[in-house]
Every structure is written in structure tokens, then in C-alpha cells.
């Protein structure tokens, strides 16, 4: 089966920086994928990760290594409309997409 | 341009009773998906269907049928609800089921009660 580990609250200030860890052990690796999910509200992509290495757009970054089953995402000058969850997905080598539990973030003035 | 819509948004159902959540969308995408969002659980794939005319099952297909007829439509029907299928739906679609960037399009979800 698929295991996707993600902590369950963060919480940071505005205009500071958070980053949210996910670690995971699939059948397969075909991408690892961030979603934000507002509050009653569908998730949104945001970024896309296949190969080792940083991701950068805009305030968001994501990082993935591979070898360790690891990624972060980065988000950076926190506004409080980024109070959200995060949830991290990877998609699988029947490229089908198998989600964490997601991460809570709250941020705070 | 609506993306995907879904049909009702929320609906408190009676145990035994057959429902049908409905999903469209207009991107001409050929792969849609049904996941179930569980507090503490995330995102669990019902079923899926990879083009019109194929469906396939997912990580938690029991209870739950659907249908691909055309590529616009992908309706995901309970049989006979039981309270555990209380949950919030969410389809999603994706120009197909390969790799790439080929990121999923969710729709706004439905909110399912079953007493």
C-alpha cells in the first residue's frame, strides 16, 4: 500500500516563512504533487515535482528528493489568506494519485 | 468556463437508499476520477475511468459503482447508503492518466449525510 506522512497543524505569523514536510513510500514513483484546500472548498494545484530538486513560483517553492521519499513545500511572506491545508500526493506507477492526510496551516497576525 | 461541476452539494440520505452524485465536465478532459475526504484520512480514490467507455476501481471501490458514457459525464452511484459512507465527494478530471505534469482539476465537492 501507500504510506504519505504529513504533520497535521503548523502554525506561523504573517510574513514569515513555513515549510511543510512530506515524507513517502509508494508502489512506484511517477510525481509528487502539492494541492492548497481552503475550507469547505475543492483542492488547487500548486505545484508539481518529477525530478530531484526545487520548484519556485512565486511565494510557493517545492523541494523532492527521490532517493529519501522526501519533499517540502515553502511558502514564504505568509499572508493570511494562505490559511489553508496542504496536502501532498503521489502519484504511483499506475499514475494514480494517493494523498496524505494533509496539513493544516494557520497563520496568525 | 465552468471546469467541473457536481451535482447536489449536499444531500443527507436515509440508510438503504440509492443515490447517484452527479459530475460534468467541459474541458474535454479523457480521465476523471471519484475520491472520497475523510477527517484524518485525506483523499481516497473510489473509481476511476481513463477515457469514455472504461471505468477501473480504486483504493475504496465497495459500495460504489459509476459509469462513463460519454466523456463529459461520470455520475458515481450508492446502491444501498450505509452511515459509513458519509463524506465529502469530490470528482476531479485530467487531460488523461499518464505522466507528465497532467495535474487533477477538482470539482466543489458534495456533502453526503447518511442516517
Known amino acids: 500500500g501507500q504510506n504519505i506522512d504529513q504533520p497535521t497543524e503548523m502554525t506561523a505569523t504573517e510574513g514569515a516563512i513555513v515549510q511543510i514536510n512530506c515524507t513517502y513510500q509508494?508502489?512506484?514513483?511517477?510525481?509528487l504533487f502539492w494541492y492548497q484546500q481552503h475550507a469547505g472548498e475543492a483542492p488547487t494545484f500548486l505545484s508539481y515535482n518529477v525530478l530531484d530538486g526545487l520548484e519556485e513560483k512565486g511565494r510557493f517553492s517545492s523541494f523532492l528528493s527521490r532517493s529519501k521519499g522526501y519533499s517540502y513545500l515553502l511558502l514564504k511572506e505568509l499572508q493570511m489568506k494562505d490559511s489553508a491545508s496542504y496536502l501532498c500526493?503521489?502519484?504511483?506507477?499506475?499514475?494514480?494519485?494517493?494523498f496524505g492526510a494533509g496539513t493544516t496551516v494557520t497563520v496568525r497576525a | 468556463i465552468a471546469g467541473i461541476t457536481q451535482a447536489p452539494t449536499s444531500q443527507i440520505l436515509a440508510a438503504g437508499r440509492r443515490m447517484t452524485l452527479r459530475c460534468t465536465q467541459d474541458?474535454?478532459?479523457?480521465?476523471m476520477y471519484w475520491y472520497r475526504q475523510d477527517l484524518g484520512l485525506g483523499l481516497r480514490l473510489i473509481h476511476y475511468?481513463?477515457?469514455?467507455?472504461?471505468?477501473g476501481k480504486g483504493e475504496v471501490p465497495d459500495g460504489y459503482s459509476v459509469s462513463r458514457a460519454n466523456t463529459d459525464d461520470f455520475p458515481l452511484t450508492l446502491a444501498s447508503a450505509v452511515p459509513s459512507q458519509t463524506s465529502v465527494y469530490f470528482c476531479?478530471?485530467?487531460?488523461?492518466?499518464?505522466?507528465?505534469?497532467?495535474?487533477?482539476?477538482f470539482g466543489p465537492g458534495t456533502r453526503l449525510t447518511v442516517l
Open positions: 500526493a503521489v502519484r504511483d506507477s499506475d499514475y494514480k494519485l494517493s
Open positions: 474541458m474535454r478532459h479523457n480521465a
Open positions: 509508494t508502489s512506484g514513483f511517477n510525481g
Open positions: 476531479a478530471s485530467s487531460e488523461s492518466i499518464g505522466g507528465g505534469h497532467n495535474e487533477q482539476f
Open positions: 475511468s481513463n477515457t469514455a467507455g472504461t471505468t
